[in-house]
């Protein structure tokens, strides 16, 4: 969990990853002293040099901490913290969490990629993320804003995903988990680097989990609502296909996910305890991608590539003018489909500079909403619609002296919706000694609106909005970073942000709900975070985050935001063997109370996890064993505009049983 010292970076497109962490000697681990990030300014630096507050999570902390989601990845970095209401998971960065947003204030990438879509803007996260956690080889968080070089989304954080090449794989592997509420998983992975340059890696996965058998709902306890127990309605099965080819400066990826999640809660005024209440994601995307160094010219990347996104919603809802009580299903879809491009050019000017230059465009022909009822036939919604965006960036790394560097950059987004819109940031780095950084950040951000927001509407439920205009925010922050030895890492910031023009959803005299610019708002606060690597082995960290976030036209705290956010990993050896045998990763989280919509308090509660993780006991064998909700905390997250519940509670102690077997090749 975060960045532990433990491993050097991978380009985005391209660069070979480091070996595995245990193929590495004590003395090669605690040799390692800083690490290198990509995602920060797009091109590798080290994270002292990085113009934002940055965590790395690696393959070998997926595999030792137990993590199953992107989500619970996020769960465990500074400044996160991760809600879910049974459909879909949700992060909220520095005190700044929307109900009924659907992650579009972060932007996600994978290799380069960009992963939030044309409709809602979704950063997926949960079992919907259409890549398997276990093909994932490095994640970098970037807090702040990147607009600068990203555009819109990167508003808050950037998660930057980096998938295994064919190289690390060297041959097949099948794994299989099976774990509690009658769930069970599969992948078959082959990989392999061949002769003249040729990577390859393929993978399948699979996974189907019935999930809860019966659920308590006290918002629905009465005799007609099956005393509020939701029988079988919370199934959870996805399967996923990853192809990543590379041959020598050429690359192709090509990515697809469909995943099916039963909704236990009812939502949208929907008939409660009904197992057709689902929901529907599907994506994909073909991407192919050209990285090359001209030796004392320049570095060039650039790909192309191709989405698509479907959502689609099946609500059941009773008929009030039928005398059997008569079911109707209304069908919400939605559909986008996009292709694009990006060049990027980088190069050293005068020993003093890095100039990077590059331009994106992107044209989302396809961008389709509908509702109806199904039987009897009625169109609410029937819109389609298309849109365009172009943008040109520049940034340029200049050191003014050997222990200051000033890091400056800014980009131009063109949207055929609502025009233009200029983004800055700029990063005064300071390091007096190589282990220490000072570093003083301000940039600005914004998030167009999405179609989603802007053209949705029901006769009975939403209105559109098309005069929506961008979010913006304005980040100011000092952090400090140090490196004692081998050993120790200390890092600590203040950030404040100010964000205007804040889309939400606010209810019309009708009845009617419409997203709308609203209030200005001031999120504050400050993170503080440990980190101590032992000879034996022992690793740990400890983060605090307290943060503070107002609406500053009514002046009260927004709503889900806990004050203080702790998180503490802790990875422990239990066999004392080079390379460890057999490893304990607890990893604890205490999230402090927070208003709900309704204005009550969702308790405060502790959570923790308990992983025990293996790959060498037995030959070729990989085992884990994961208890998550060790304590067995009763717990739950404030729900949205959506649901009749205030709070949704989550689930108790769970256990998985996880094994992976590797065959020919060489062993790890």
């Known amino acids: 969990m975060g960045p532990l010292l433990l491993t050097l970076a991978t380009s985005a497109f391209g660069q070979t990853p480091p070996k595995d962490l245990a193929e590495a000697s004590l003395e090669d681990l605690m040799s390692i002293k800083i690490e290198t990030v990509y995602g920060a300014s797009k091109h590798l630096q080290k994270v002292t040099q990085a113009p934002a507050s940055v965590t790395i999570v690696t393959a070998d902390e997926v595999r030792r901490y137990g993590y199953r989601t992107l989500g619970d990845v996020l769960r465990s970095v500074p400044g996160f913290y991760v809600t879910y209401d049974r459909n879909y998971a949700y992060a909220a960065v520095r005190g700044v969490g929307r109900t009924g947003d659907y992650n579009s204030r972060i932007l996600l990438l994978v290799d380069g990629h960009r992963m939030n879509d044309d409709i809602y803007e979704t950063a997926s996260l949960g079992t919907e993320f259409p890549i398997d956690i276990d093909l994932v080889e490095r994640i970098e968080i970037i807090r702040g804003p990147s607009s600068s070089i990203y555009g819109s989304s990167a508003f ?3 998660v930057n995903i980096i998938t295994k090449r064919g190289s690390l794989a060297q041959g097949l592997q099948v794994a299989a988990a099976a774990a509690g509420y009658n769930t069970g998983y599969t992948r078959v992975t082959y990989g392999g680097k061949f002769g003249r340059g040729w990577e390859v890696l393929l993978s399948g996965s699979f996974y189907d989990s019935h999930g809860q058998k019966r659920l308590y709902f006290k918002e629905f306890d009465t005799p007609e609502t099956n005393h509020g127990i939701a029988q079988d309605c919370d199934h959870d099965k996805f399967v996923q296909a990853f192809a990543n080819l590379s041959y020598r400066d050429l690359s192709l990826r090509a990515v697809y996910g469909l995943r099916d999640k039963g909704v236990p809660t009812a939502s949208y005024d929907t008939v409660f305890n009904n197992s057709r209440l689902q929901t529907t994601d599907a994506a994909g995307y ?10 004392k010219q320049f570095d060039l990347i650039a790909h192309a590539y191709f989405d698509n996104y479907t959502y689609s919603g099946t609500y059941p809802y009773n008929n ?14 939605g559909n ?20 990077t230059l590059g331009n994106e465009y992107r044209d989302n022909f396809r961008e389709t909403q509908e509702n109806f009822d199904a039987d009897p036939y009625h169109v609410y919604l029937n819109d389609h619609r298309g849109s365009e965006v172009w943008a040109l960036y520049a940034q340029d790394e200049y050191s003014i002296r050997k222990n200051l560097l000033l890091n400056a950059g800014v980009r131009y987004d063109h949207y055929s919706t609502f025009g233009g819109t200029a983004n800055p940031r700029a990063g005064l780095i300071y390091s007096p000694r190589q282990e220490t950084a000072l570093k003083f950040l301000y940039g600005t951000a914004f998030r167009a609106p999405n179609a989603f927001e802007t053209f949705y509407q029901s006769g009975d439920s939403m209105a559109p909005n098309p005069d929506l205009q961008p979010e913006t925010i304005r980040t100011a922050e000092f952090v400090v970073e140090q490196y004692l030895g081998d050993h120790y890492r200390l890092s600590g910031s203040i950030f ?4 205007g023009h804040l889309i939400d959803q606010v209810t019309l005299p009708s009845g009617l709900l419409q997203f709308q610019n609203v209030n200005s708002v001031r999120a504050e606060g400050t993170e503080l975070i440990l980190e101590r690597k032992w000879a034996s082995g022992l690793d740990a960290q ?16 927004l709503n889900n935001v806990p004050a203080h956010l702790v998180n503490v990993n802790l990875l422990v050896p239990l066999i004392p063997k080079r390379p460890t045998a057999l490893t304990a990763g607890l990893d604890f989280h205490y999230i402090s109370s927070r208003r709900t919509l309704a204005g009550n308090t969702a308790p405060g509660f502790v959570f923790t996890n308990l992983t025990l993780f293996s790959e060498r006991l037995f030959k070729r064998f990989e085992l884990s064993g994961s208890i998550y909700n060790l304590l067995d905390s009763r717990y739950g997250y404030p729900g949205g505009g959506e649901h ?3 709070v949704i509670y989550q689930d108790g102690r769970n256990v998985r049983l996880k094994l992976a077997y590797t065959f020919g090749g060489h062993e790890k």
């Open 542 to 557: 400890a983060s605090y985050t307290y943060q503070r976030s107002v609406d500053q036209h009514t002046n009260r705290v």
């Open 496 to 499: 404040q942000n100010r964000i």
């Open 286 to 295: 073909v991407d192919v991608g050209y990285a090359h160094k001209f030796p």
């Open 156 to 158: 808050f954080a950037v």
């Open 644 to 646: 009749l519940e205030d």
């Open 336 to 355: 986008g489909a996009w292709w694009g491009e990006e060049v990027k050019l980088s190069k050293p000017l005068f020993s003093k500079h890095r100039l």
């Open 320 to 333: 009030p003018s039928a005398a059997d009580s008569q079911v109707n299903l209304n069908k919400d879809y």
